[in-house]
């Protein structure tokens, strides 16, 4: 079936006029339609547009000049910004908000000939790691519908495992692009800070935010990273270096490979059942030749903590912009600050609330100093200490999430409990470094997926690995009961 | 640190939100949840410590001077729910 092919699949399918791009886009479409009901990936599909872009995308096949994604339909997460297509973040206060631009991402995969299928769930703003706080809809895992896909890009995750798209782009401010993919049984990829352009990405927090690609397998997510990469004049957080190299993504053995494997990220919160799929991973890795080394990280331990006070902080200062003038909802009000004060109030959501209150805490006099400064010295610190364990091995390798799929509602009662999963993901984004979620095996026929950390601008590193890695493990990926 | 009721209008009020009482009640138990949590930082050592603000430093990043086309008028106030003769409809900002 059209549809369970990968994108390198479907893209050369397409060159050699196998198929044509219109009829790639219709199956996609018509597989969202037929299924989607189930799992709730897809907020909303612009079928014209998709359809015209295929179409635009053929002429330029049948010249000979298809680009790398030649008729791949993508999957976007809701905070990235697409011309003419409605935005949301998945919240109220921007229901009905038509982006005047693309960002940059979307332009990228559009020249090299790639097409958007449509726009996936996420939690609010991205501010989750459920997929439950979206002010929309549900999304449910394609292994288990009673269970949370993750988050925050649960849409574009569960999209691309229940082969509703081949691909998908997320965003990822604290393991959003890595945790749903665990869940869900499918990769995801966090490119360092800075090598993806953030225009266009509707902002939470803007110094760990990073778009990244979700697919069901390394190539894959490698092919769509290069695609979406490289230095971007829009976004001055943007690196000088060239796009993500991936033409040597087959070349790297797992002989003599150094990993380090941190005991904070094995500690008391990670399930048994993760754990013991993980150790038997490493086994089959140690076989191969990579060497494992236990070390200690301390500064993990912190992460949460430092995580929820930067990030809040960041993102109170970045929806400071949603006051009812120039986009969005806006409610009435008696005077601009009642009108600003009530649009906020009815457009947000309680987790969004919840952030901004405490990044404005953070930031406000007479706690600044106590919370958001020394959150800024832990930050220096977990990265000196992480830089440190760089100049001896490659990569840090550890769970993605140290329990499996959780059911809907089971987690989002205490404000803690899902937060406080988050420690073996956040080190990534507060370093800037590159980091990968592979599927390592099932426990309880749930996925389990094993994260892949290396030193900042080692992107290509991190693929190379994680693509000799899942030839290493055959057995660890497989298919959700589905149609 | 426990925090306040009022602490938490005060800080509704920075953050532009307008809650009612038994919203204040909510975020005051959920903020205390978390400010909890927080105390973990204020034991580290920090001394000698520069806080980092980003990942991978970058500094003085210049932008070619050169003029380009901005957004038409008329496509910027396209999501504006009010607007006027091409401007945004705002309340009236300065008493009478």
Redesign the interface.
Known sequence: MLTGLSAFEIAAKVRAKEVSCVEVAQAFIDRVGELDGQYGAFLRLAPEVTLEQAAAVQERVDRGEAGLLAGVPIALKDNISTLGIETTCASKILE???P??NATVVEQILAADGVVLGKTNLDEFAMGASTETSAYQLTKNPWDTTRSPGGSSGGSAAAVAAELAPVALGSDTGGSIRQPASLCGIVGFKP???RTSRYGLIAFGS?LDQIGPLARNVEDAALLASVTSGKD?RD??S?PNPPIDISSLKSRSLKGMKVAVPDEMFGDATSPEVQAVIEEAMKTLEAEGVVFTRVSIPSI??G???Y??IAPAEA?SNL?RF????????AE??????????T??AG?G?EV??R???G??AL?AGYYD??Y?????????M?QEFAQVYQDYDFVLSPTSPITAFKIGELNQ???AL??LDYCTIPA?????PGISINAGFAGGLPVGLQLLAA??EDESVLQAAYAIEKALPGASGRPPMP | MAITLEEVRHVAKLARLDLDEGEIVYFQSELNALIGHFSDIQKVDVSGIVPTSHAVVMQNVWAEDIAEEGLPRVTALRNAALHRAGLFVVPQIIED
Do not use: C, W
């Not at chain 1, 009000?333 to 009530?342: P, Q, T």
């Not at chain 1, 400064?373 to 610190?381: F, K, L, P, Y």
């Open positions: 009905g908000y038509v005047p631009f360092t800070y800075g110094s004049p001055g957080t690196l331990k912190l949460v903590t430092t929820y006070i109170s400071g006051d009812g003038i120039r986009y969005g909802l806006r009000g008696k005077g601009h600050i009642d009108l600003v004060e009530k906020r109030s947000f309680k609330k919840t901004i209150m405490i404005t805490y406000s106590a919370y400064v020394r959150a800024q010295q832990v930050r220096a610190i990265q205490d404000p803690l937060k406080l984004n507060m370093g800037g470094m900042p601008l």
